[in-house]
T-cell receptor, first 115, second 117 residues
Framework: AQSVTQPDIHITVSEGASLELRCNYS??????LFWYVQSPGQGLQLLLK??????LVQGIKGFEAEFKRSQSSFNLRKPSVHWSDAAEYFC?????????????FGKGTRLSVIA | GAVVSQHPSRVICKSGTSVKIECRSL??????MFWYRQFPKKSLMLMAT?????????EQGVEKDKFLINHASLTLSTLTVTSAHPEDSSFYIC?????????????FGEGSWLTVV
């Protein structure tokens, strides 16, 4: 069965510092991979997605993620964090030719940004 | 990008009453919609998968008679919490998969806070 692991429950970074949020997945084939961000009390916003092709994916708000098949990872990065990036981040995996298959989410990583 | 709208964003109801939450895909047709429940500081728990024109598929442990899901059209799915109790208070989020193009992208609504008093 597919699963997603986000090893870090909570990360604190200084504003302007770089950020990397880890995501590892377990899946029987090449999956579709997503990163979503959730601000407190809000729904989920899609940051970026990987379907195929270039393994380095650019997203909104200056985020990027790299798919590494050998490591079953899809880590999210940002070179310089802004205070407004403080939120909960979810990595998710979906099936190709999915039909009715929903996304499987990691437990999330809460990002705090300090001055 | 595609937009999924949820309504209401916040609702307070009395214990024993029912409340309906709507999920609409505004600019695309959604063959499949998913309903999630999120507990405080927790990840999303899938409740059910609904396909337009057919009965929803519920996850294990989710009471289908309590959480009624209707997917009447390609742009609308509703979740009705029947005979609500305080333990049903939660954040409910819907998501929709686009029918055409775009690969397998799933878009989420803004969520609905339900408080049962």
């Amino acid at each position: 069965a597919q699963s997603v692991t986000q090893p870090d429950i909570h990360i604190t970074v200084s504003e302007g510092a770089s950020l990397e949020l880890r995501c590892n997945y377990s899946y029987g084939a090449t999956p579709y991979l997503f990163w979503y961000v959730q601000s407190p009390g809000q729904g989920l916003q899609l940051l970026l997605k990987y379907f195929s092709g270039d393994t380095l994916v650019q997203g909104i708000k200056g985020f990027e993620a790299e798919f590494k098949r050998s490591q079953s990872s899809f880590n999210l990065r940002k070179p310089s964090v802004h205070w407004s990036d403080a939120a909960e981040y979810f990595c998710a995996v979906g099936a190709r030719n999915s039909g009715n298959t929903p996304l499987v989410f990691g437990k999330g990583t809460r990002l705090s940004v300090i001055a | 990008g595609a937009v999924v709208s949820q309504h209401p964003s916040r609702v307070i109801c009395k214990s024993g009453t029912s409340v309906k939450i709507e999920c609409r895909s505004l600019d695309f047709q959604a063959t499949t919609m998913f309903w999630y429940r999120q507990f405080p500081k927790k990840s999303l728990m899938l409740m059910a998968t609904s396909n337009e024109g057919s009965k929803a598929t519920y996850e294990q442990g989710v009471e289908k008679d309590k959480f009624l899901i209707n997917h009447a059209s390609l742009t609308l799915s509703t979740l009705t919490v029947t005979s609500a109790h305080p333990e049903d208070s939660s954040f409910y989020i819907c998501s929709a998969r686009a029918r055409q193009g775009g690969g397998n992208t799933i878009y989420f609504g803004e969520g609905s806070w339900l408080t049962v008093v």
